[in-house]
Structures are given as C-alpha cells and as structure tokens.
C-alpha cells in the first residue's frame, strides 16, 4: 500500500510561482511512474505532468507546457511540481499519482492509469 501526502498550495496572484511536493511512504518509490493531476470547479480530474520512474523522461499537457516542472528525488521519495507564471485557469485541487503495476509510461496519461493518490491541496490563483 502506497500513502501520498501533498503540501504547497496555496492563493497567490497571477504571474507568482508555487512548488507542490507529494512525499510518498510504503512500496518501491524509485520503481514507480508519477504523475500530477489537478481538478478545478466543476470540472474533471486532468493530466497535468507525468515523469518516468528514472526521471530521464517527463511529460507535461499542453495547458502547462513551458510553465511547470515536474520533478523527483528517490532518495526524499518525493515527486515536486514547479508551477510557475501560475494564472487563474490553474485554480485547481492538485493530486499526486502513482502507477505501480509496471514502470511504463502509459499512452493514456489519465486517471485509470494510476493506482495510488493522495488528498490534494488547493491552489488558488487571483487576477
């Protein structure tokens, strides 16, 4: 069993910059494929960055593209999320994810292809 804990949200104003970290406990962190998803008001949960379990490869949507990094430290077993230049179209509830069946990346970067999430946390960005 994988527990997730995220921390770093927050409200902070167009243009600022925030880190997400998700620290990660129970199973084989360095073997496993994570990912961020974020889910807005009324809206669907949604891929935002993925990274592959050696971290040589990431994966980021076209909404956030050139803006957030996401990275990892297997010794810290912690996943980050850099989100810069943040706009108000990122207010979101933020989740960290984790695939454990293999180390593949999946074509499919949605939520059935993670096994594991956290709680959360908010950001919220203001014009």
């Known amino acids: 069993q994988v527990q997730l804990v995220e921390s770093g949200g927050g409200l902070v104003q167009a243009g600022d910059a925030l880190r997400l970290s998700c620290a990660a406990s129970?199973?084989?962190?360095?073997?496993?494929?994570l990912a961020w998803f974020r889910q807005g008001p009324g809206k669907e949960r949604e891929f935002v960055a993925a990274?592959?379990?050696?971290?040589?490869?990431?994966y980021y949507s076209d909404a956030i593209q050139g803006r957030f990094t996401i990275s990892r430290d297997n010794a810290k077993n912690t996943v980050y999320l850099q989100m810069n230049d943040l706009k108000p179209e990122d207010t979101a509830d933020y989740y960290c994810?984790?695939?454990?069946?293999?180390?593949?990346?999946?074509?499919?970067?949605?939520?059935?292809?993670?096994?594991?999430w956290g709680q959360g946390t908010q950001v919220t960005v203001s014009s």
């Open positions: 129970g199973g084989t962190f360095s073997r496993y494929v």
């Open positions: 994810a984790v695939r454990d069946r293999n180390t593949i990346v999946p074509q499919n970067l949605d939520p059935s292809a993670f096994d594991y």
């Open positions: 990274i592959s379990w050696r971290g040589l490869r990431t």
